[in-house]
């Protein structure tokens, strides 16, 4: 299916759950809300559908899902989520990290959330415990906030000596002061420069580009973020275009031209999200299954953008890689 036909069907989606769902009552609807946008989570959506038909249940046949986009744009999501609740869906999935999970988490007590985020669940008052939630949400950690002091010492392997890294953050993000802090502390460890370039809107991505490239970065880490997610490829063709070394959390990054990426496999995490999903409509209640945590993180390396940058990947780094794109 061509990408246009998909977006088309995500809209056509979003129109008639309700109708169905009156025909029918015995027909479950899943609120799906996310930080990121349709347009770049086609494959994801596929993932998350998966999941689902794991578990028995197949979009427009014996579930229905009403899809909620925030495009990036964190202070819709409350509003999207008490729209979802005020629709009596039978399970809100979130999708695109802390904002959604939490603006879920706001809007209901009872109704039960699948959420998939960055950081520790635990200590931002999602659930009690990974082993035993309590309440009524459970789902996915990746840990890709946590792992920003990584992706920096994989930066350095990769440029050693480069006098001054590029740090990009969404200071609207929950997780970003967790960030910045664990950067800083990484970066004295190592006696690395960095200079932040701060952004949670178009406006301000611009000029986090200008001051990125005022202040001469000879390298960039592009933190974990959803919002960042929605705008990749406008993000690797900055640093496709400025010569500019750069890290980021996904896959998808490098596979639109990004250099380096470590992290999970996003579309492993949303495929248990189906499954999850699956076994919350057949009765499982959230506070009985444990939040699931990454045991795999993935290297992936862009030969071909290295060659355009001029940049040397060492033999060790090459070793380390879990996928080369050539």
Not at 25 to 41: A, K, N
Not at 72 to 92: E, F, K
């Amino acid at each position: 299916m061509r990408r246009r036909e998909f977006i088309a069907l995500l809209g056509a989606t979003a129109a008639w759950p309700l109708a169905a769902r009156a025909e029918d009552s015995s027909v479950p609807v899943i609120g799906f809300l996310s930080s990121r946008s349709p347009e770049e989570s086609a494959h994801l959506v596929t993932a998350f559908r998966q999941g689902l038909a794991e578990g028995g249940f197949i979009e427009g046949q014996n579930v229905v899902i009403e899809y909620r986009w925030a495009r990036g744009q964190y202070d819709v999501l409350p509003a999207m989520a008490i729209d979802l609740v005020s629709h009596r869906v039978n399970v809100l999935t979130t999708a695109g990290g802390e904002p959604s999970a939490l603006a879920a988490k706001r809007a209901t007590s009872t109704i039960p959330i699948v959420f998939g985020l960055g950081s520790d669940p635990v200590s931002i008052g999602l659930v009690e415990s990974y082993s035993r939630p309590g309440g009524n949400a459970t789902g996915i950690t990746f840990l890709t906030t946590l792992m920003e002091p990584k992706r920096l010492g994989l930066l350095r392997d990769l440029v050693p000596g480069v006098p001054l890294v590029g740090i990009l953050l969404n200071p609207g993000f929950p997780s970003s002061e967790r960030q910045l802090q664990d950067i800083e502390e990484a970066a004295r460890r190592i006696d690395q420069r960095i200079v932040v370039a701060k952004a949670r809107s178009d406006e301000e991505l611009n000029a986090a580009f200008v001051a990125l490239v005022k202040a001469g970065v000879g390298a960039l880490l592009v933190c974990a973020d959803p919002f960042f997610d929605t705008r990749r490829e406008r993000i690797v063709g900055f640093a496709q275009q400025h010569r500019v070394p750069a890290i980021y959390q996904f896959r998808e990054y490098a596979v639109a031209g990004g250099l380096l990426s470590y992290g999970i496999s996003i579309t492993d995490a949303y495929r248990q999200y189906g499954v999850y999903t699956a076994s919350i409509l057949k009765r499982a209640k959230p506070a009985d299954l444990p939040v699931l945590q990454p045991t795999k993180f993935e290297l992936v390396i862009n030969l071909r953008t290295a060659k355009t940058l001029g940049v040397k990947i060492s033999d060790n780094l090459l070793s380390l890689a879990d996928e080369v794109i050539e």
